[in-house]
């Protein structure tokens, strides 16, 4: 870049204004003001103390502020920092009412002020950003957050330069820009996110918000599995699953970042990400769907992302019986294993293996889920009328769901319907979808299962499997 050809000039303080688009500005939902500007940067800047230093020792006249001339003014993209600084020791009228005073004071005891700067006027903002984004991520001026880095990235391209066109501009690798759009994506979304009136405060300022635990979760390919979602080459989401599902595990994520529940040290290895996806399961997202980033956020989508969505919706037909969204967090091998086929096999091709597996899948989940809770045992107690031994035999089952159905706490946290399904197929035999109906596939060899009824029948047991697939905790024995 041959900067010998920008025009160099001194330029009253007065006629300098400072950048509304500075990446070092939190979101405000419109364009900030002048004022708005200076109490930003008073508040989280630094400016007090940068001002301080040039009431104490001067301007120096080594610094250059870096302009682009937008609609007749003279907007500095540059050095907002030392124009703010310098606005506020020959105005300190200019500061907040709470900060007056203290800027009067340093202005009565500064040095000589400049009340012209020398300035150097880009040709646009994409001409200027290989220096600044080489003074603010390699010098050791005050590094931007990835946030702002994400958003500053984000304004050129906003400007009319192309991502193809920005490592030129900037000296960055392409893929170094497109994970910072990522971050600058999963950033976006997060703020739309039904959070608490405290934690959406600390999620708009990227000073307070954990961006590098938010970068931790977009690099981990278990916790993008999680969420469903898969990036295109632009940096914007593609959803694999329903959006409401994805935006309920990303909440959970976002929360546990605000609450300090989750961070860099907790995520930082295989073992930490199975601990952490186990203690979230229970927000895994469970249904397919198709989803961008651009949709969520209320965009126009990308080319790449409106190709990948129309192919999600023509594969919208599923072909398996238990989409591979619906994961398993349970400590059991074998029920593993069963759900690694199903997730498999395409049910058209294989309904005797598929529905012998259901079967399988769903016998052994619910028996697992009674002996992890203590129940298994009083259980049997109770069905032993001839006096067994309680390690000799295992409920049918019939009888284990009914248990389930009739007194576990679990059964209140299925929907209604669901409910009313699920004590169809234990009590009525002749319902198309009962229990005997499965039993009948592995014993009668004149019934065999099709594809529409073992769609049915896993959608009657789903939401209550959803809720066994994490390690159950055992109600206290303690007094």
């Known amino acids: ?9 001194p330029v009253s303080v007065t006629l300098l204004n400072l950048d509304p688009k500075n990446p070092r500005l939190p979101e405000l939902g419109h364009e900030a003001s002048q ?19 040039i009431a104490r020792f001067g301007y120096f006249p080594t610094e250059i502020l870096v302009c682009i001339e937008d609609e007749g003014s003279l907007v500095v993209v540059e050095g907002n920092r030392r124009l703010a600084s310098l606005k506020l020791l020959l105005n300190p009228e200019s500061a907040p009412d709470e900060h007056v005073a203290r800027f009067k004071k340093l202005a009565k005891d500064s040095a000589t002020l400049p009340k012209q700067i020398r300035v150097a006027v880009a040709p646009s903002r ?7 984004m080489n003074r603010h991520t390699k010098t050791d001026i005050k590094r931007w957050e990835p946030i702002q880095q994400a958003r500053y990235i984000q304004s050129l391209l906003d400007s009319g330069a192309t ?16 994970e910072r759009l990522r971050t600058k994506t999963m950033y976006d979304i997060a703020n739309t996110l039904p959070l608490s009136a405290s934690m959406r405060d600390i999620v708009a300022d990227p000073r307070r918000f954990n961006a590098s635990t938010l970068e931790r979760v977009i690099e981990t390919p278990r ?13 914007g989401i593609i959803g694999k699953v329903h959006p409401d599902d994805f935006k309920r595990a990303y909440q959970r994520i976002v929360e546990d ?11 930082n290895n295989k073992a930490g990400i199975t601990r952490y996806l186990k203690r979230i399961a229970d927000a895994a997202p469970r249904r397919d769907g198709a989803f961008t980033s651009d949709g969520l956020l209320g965009k126009q989508g990308t080319g790449a992302q409106k190709r990948a969505l129309r192919r999600k919706k023509a594969k919208a037909k599923p072909t398996r019986l238990i989409p591979k969204t619906f994961k398993c967090y349970l400590d059991l091998p074998r029920i593993h294993c069963v759900l690694e086929e199903l997730h498999r096999l395409d049910v058209a091709e294989f ?3 598929v529905g012998i597996l259901l079967r399988i899948f769903i016998e052994l989940t619910i028996s697992h889920y009674l002996e992890s809770m203590g129940k298994m045992n009083p259980l049997i107690n109770r069905l032993d009328k001839h006096g067994k031994k309680p390690n000799t035999w295992s409920p049918s089952l019939r009888q284990m769901l009914n248990e389930i159905l009739s007194n576990d706490p679990v059964a209140g946290l299925i929907p209604r319907q669901a409910r009313k399904a699920l004590n169809k197929a234990v009590s009525d035999d002749d319902h198309p979808l009962s229990l005997d109906g499965m039993d009948q596939f592995a014993h009668n060899p004149y019934d065999a299962p099709n594809t529409k009824q073992l769609f049915q029948m896993w959608s009657q047991f789903e939401d209550l499997i959803g809720l066994m697939m994490v390690e159950p905790t055992p109600p206290s024995t303690k007094p």
């Open 257 to 267: 970042i605000v609450n300090g529940k989750v961070d860099t040290r907790v995520i």
């Open 163 to 178: 991502l193809d066109q920005l490592p030129d501009f900037t000296g960055f690798r392409r893929g170094d820009l497109v």
């Open 223 to 235: 916790l993008r599995d999680f969420l469903g979602i898969e990036f295109d080459d632009e940096g």
């Open 35 to 53: 004022p708005e500007i200076i109490a930003e940067l008073i508040r989280h800047e630094g400016v007090t103390e940068l001002a301080k230093d």
């Open 126 to 132: 994409s001409a200027a950003a290989p220096f600044i």
């Open 351 to 353: 309904e005797n293996a």
């Open 1 to 9: 870049m041959d900067y010998s050809s920008w025009d160099t000039q």
